[in-house]
């Protein structure tokens, strides 16, 4: 029987409540798929300072990198407000991406149908569904260059510098379409080509690209119009990729039409199998340790790593299906509207978990 070995990193705030409804779907998916699941939890964000002082322990690390994929709740909170940036739970977060090489963000942005009036968007712009994924370069480009402050003149200015590699481009860009050859077959890359040296190297890449994948049609926009287009026609995206920084706020904006922040899972890869898997959402401090939270972004978090991590895209549709089902009869009260049930976090799991 095939065995999987999972990093669990439940976080501080909600995260354990998550985590755990997420691990009662994962063993309730494995039992039916034929494998088994091992999981070794590790310490990070507030839990980890508390523990041992710091948000990202040696002992953390070395468990992610042993495990065959990576799930993590969430971290913060105000006990930890007052630590110096460098020892706030958050810098533990920004660690475990640089330790495991996760230079590529997806987050998609999913309407599930009995949730369509959650989204700010009228039905007749949603249409049927909503199915986006965005791709964002992580560990390159303006957030990581060259910055600095001087005098001009006895003016104070200062700068950052938006610099990418042909390699950089062309990482991100084979995520992409191999993302898109698993789905619709269409990429939109997102740069600003009409003004930005480093978005006419972007484009010319993924063009050259493109001649590796003759089934993927790639289109390209400019960051501007994207933005756009996403409230005004959403439906026309598959796959889109762009740079750190496009990627940020347009990810940002797609989640948005989404309507609830409680629903939406991430994944950061690293081109190696493994990845790291996560809720978008933070560790909710306001309703922790009440039962409440929702459980779902984590537990589709889950659906993501079973697809992209660990080769079972069967298990990972069980799980989707399960949660669309969910959705018709029960919610948790931030999704709740009349004519359904309202649940706990962990009713949420449990009915999931009968569903699979
Ligand atoms: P948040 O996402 O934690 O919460 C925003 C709002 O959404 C809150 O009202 C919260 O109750 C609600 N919410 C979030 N997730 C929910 C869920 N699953 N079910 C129901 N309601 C949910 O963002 P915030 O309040 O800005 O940040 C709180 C803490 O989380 C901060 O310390 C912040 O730094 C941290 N944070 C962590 C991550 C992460 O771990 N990846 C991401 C964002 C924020």
């Not at 407000?81 to 987050?107: M, S, T, V």
């Not at 890449?205 to 790639?218: A, F, G, N």
């Not at 401090?285 to 589709?300: E, K, R, V």
Request: proline fraction near 5%.
């Amino acid at each position: 029987m095939k065995k999987y070995k999972i990093a669990v990193l439940k976080g501080d705030g909600i995260g354990p409540e998550i985590v755990n409804e997420a691990v009662k779907v994962l063993d309730k998916t494995a039992e039916k798929f034929g494998f088994e699941v091992e999981y070794d939890e590790a310490l990070l964000g507030g839990c980890a300072i508390d523990a041992t002082g710091v948000p990202l322990p040696e002992e953390t690390i070395a468990k992610c990198k042993a495990a065959d994929s990576v799930l993590l709740g969430a971290v913060g909170g105000p006990k930890w407000d007052n630590q110096p940036g460098n020892n706030r739970p958050e810098a533990g977060l920004l660690g475990i991406r640089g330790a495991l090489g996760l230079f590529a963000n997806l987050r998609p942005a999913v309407i599930f149908e009995p949730l369509k009036s959650a989204s700010p968007l009228k039905p007749e712009i949603i249409g049927d569904a909503m199915d986006i994924m965005v791709v964002r370069e992580l560990t390159g480009g303006i957030y990581f260059g060259e910055r600095g402050r001087l005098e001009e003149n006895g003016i104070p200015a200062a700068y950052d510098t938006e610099k990418y590699s042909v390699p950089e481009i062309e990482r991100i860009g084979r995520v992409a379409f191999d993302m898109a050859m698993k789905r619709n077959k269409k990429l939109t890359s997102v740069d600003k080509a009409n003004v930005l040296e480093s978005s006419r190297l972007w484009r010319e890449t993924m063009i050259r690209l493109s001649k590796e994948y003759p089934e993927v049609e790639l289109s390209h926009l400019y960051v501007d119009n994207c933005a756009m287009q996403l409230v005004r026609n959403p439906k026309q995206f598959d796959v889109i990729v762009t740079s750190n920084i496009f990627g940020d706020i347009l990810s940002d904006e797609a989640s948005m039409i989404s309507g609830s922040i409680g629903m939406l899972s991430s994944a950061s890869l690293s081109g190696e199998k493994s990845g790291l898997y996560e809720p978008i959402h933070g560790s909710a401090p306001d309703i922790a340790g009440q039962g409440i939270a929702n459980p779902l972004a984590t537990i589709l978090s889950v659906a993501m790593m079973l697809r992209y991590s660990l080769d079972e895209p069967q298990a990972a549709q069980a799980i989707e299906n399960a949660v669309a089902e969910a959705l018709k009869t029960v919610r948790t009260p931030d999704i709740y509207t009349d004519g359904t049930r309202k649940v706990s976090t962990s009713e949420m799991g449990d009915t999931v978990a009968s569903l699979i």
